[in-house]
Each structure stands twice: as structure tokens, then as C-alpha cells.
């Protein structure tokens, strides 16, 4: 059964950091594409980055790029988001999900973990 | 950038048909996928390249998709079909692929 459990969210300051992990199981890991996904409260989904396989190719949301860092480890089956100078509006539910390969659907999803950015 | 466009909201009655629209320019010549999410949950998908469903998806989902609207179509709605249904594309247009979701739908079974 494929499995994606996220942690490592939760409340930081405006301009802190958060390191945000998923842990994939059920599934040859490297074999996929993965991506993190975020939703604001209320709001719709928001795609934030993906990563292929081998890690060779990442790329970002623009309201993202420099500030957040995708990369996966392939012998821990894990996946992670480093989050610096977070804002606000980085305040979401993040998931992680799997992708096939690109231009393919998001096929499993995590359950997702909170991220609240506030003073 | 690529734009997807949903109605907010749409509201069937039990056993009635349910459309919900996904506008884009020239959407017909992309793959669309839909996911659905019920309060609390993560998304689920649906219907993926355009009409295709997951297995364990029930058959009275379905999808279309031609010119610049595409749409996920839910047949003898139930009331557990009520939740956000989302569309969604990878956008090859600029220097490198990304992925677009439409505003969401909320589907309300009256």
C-alpha cells in the first residue's frame, strides 16, 4: 500500500525557517517524480515544487524560488522541503504527492502537515 | 501564465447529473486531471488525462474535454459526493514544466 506521511510543520516567525519531511513507503521511491502541494486555509490548491527522480531537475512556483528548497534521499525514501524567510502567506497545509512522471497526474497524496506563520 | 478557470460552486439533487466546467484557452489540446477532497482530507484523484478513471473510482465519474472547457461529469449523484473538486494541467509553456490547478468547486447535494 502506498503510503506518504508528512512532518515537520507547525508555527514559526515571519523570516524563520522549517524543514518540512515526507516519508514514502508502500512503492519504489526512486522510480517517481515527487512534488509538494500546498493550501492556504480556505483557499484552493497550490502547487509549490517538484523533483525528478534522481534529483537532477527541480522546479519551483515563482512566489517560492529562493526562498524554498526541494531534494529527496532515495536510500532513506524520504522527501523534504526546506522553507527560509517564510511569509504570512506561507501559511498552508503542505502534501506531499506523488507524480509518475511529468505531465501526469498526482497520484497518492500525504495527509498533509500545518504550517503557520505568525508573530 | 496558464489560467484555469472554475464556477465557485455547484448544487445537484441526490440521483440528479453534476457538470462542473474548467475553462482555460485551449485547454482541448492539454491533459486535465481532477481531484476530489471532501472537509479535512487530502485530495483524491478522480479522472485523470481527461477521461481516464483511477480503479476504485465508481463509473458515474467521467470526464470531456475539447476546445477550451473541460469538464468532470458525476452522474446518480450521492449525497458522499459532496466536496471540492479541483482541475488540474502541466503548464510546458514557459522555460520549464509547472503545474496549474483551477479555483476549486465546491458541490453541494441539495
Known amino acids: 500500500e502506498v503510503q506518504l506521511v508528512e512532518s515537520g510543520g507547525g508555527l514559526v516567525q515571519p523570516g524563520g525557517s522549517l524543514r518540512l519531511s515526507c516519508a514514502a513507503s508502500g512503492f519504489t521511491f526512486s522510480s517517481y517524480w515527487m512534488s509538494w502541494v500546498r493550501q492556504a486555509p480556505g483557499k484552493g490548491l497550490e502547487w509549490v515544487a517538484n523533483?525528478?527522480?534522481?534529483?537532477?531537475?527541480?522546479y519551483y512556483v515563482d512566489s517560492v524560488k529562493g526562498r524554498f528548497t526541494i531534494s529527496r534521499d532515495n536510500a532513506k525514501n524520504s522527501l523534504y522541503l526546506q522553507m527560509n524567510s517564510l511569509r504570512a502567506e506561507d501559511t498552508a497545509v503542505y502534501y506531499c504527492?506523488?507524480?509518475?512522471?511529468?505531465?501526469?497526474?498526482?497520484?497518492?497524496w500525504g495527509q498533509g502537515t500545518l504550517v503557520t506563520v505568525s508573530s | 501564465s496558464y489560467v484555469l478557470t472554475q464556477p465557485p460552486s455547484v448544487s445537484v439533487a441526490p440521483g440528479q447529473t453534476a457538470r462542473i466546467t474548467c475553462g482555460g484557452n485551449n485547454i482541448g489540446s492539454k491533459s486535465v486531471h481532477w481531484y476530489q477532497q471532501k472537509p479535512g482530507q487530502a485530495p483524491v484523484l478522480v479522472v485523470y488525462d481527461d477521461s481516464d478513471r483511477p480503479s476504485g473510482i465508481p463509473e458515474r465519474f467521467s470526464g470531456s474535454n475539447s476546445g477550451n472547457t473541460a469538464t468532470l461529469t458525476i452522474s446518480r449523484v450521492e449525497a458522499g459526493d459532496e466536496a471540492d473538486y479541483y482541475c488540474?494541467?502541466?503548464?510546458?509553456?514557459?522555460?520549464?514544466?509547472?503545474?496549474?490547478f483551477g479555483g476549486g468547486t465546491k458541490l453541494t447535494v441539495l
Open positions: 504527492a506523488r507524480v509518475p512522471d511529468i505531465l501526469t497526474p498526482f497520484d497518492y
Open positions: 488540474q494541467v502541466w503548464d510546458s509553456s514557459s522555460d520549464h514544466p509547472h503545474v496549474v
Open positions: 523533483i525528478k527522480q534522481d534529483g537532477s531537475e527541480k
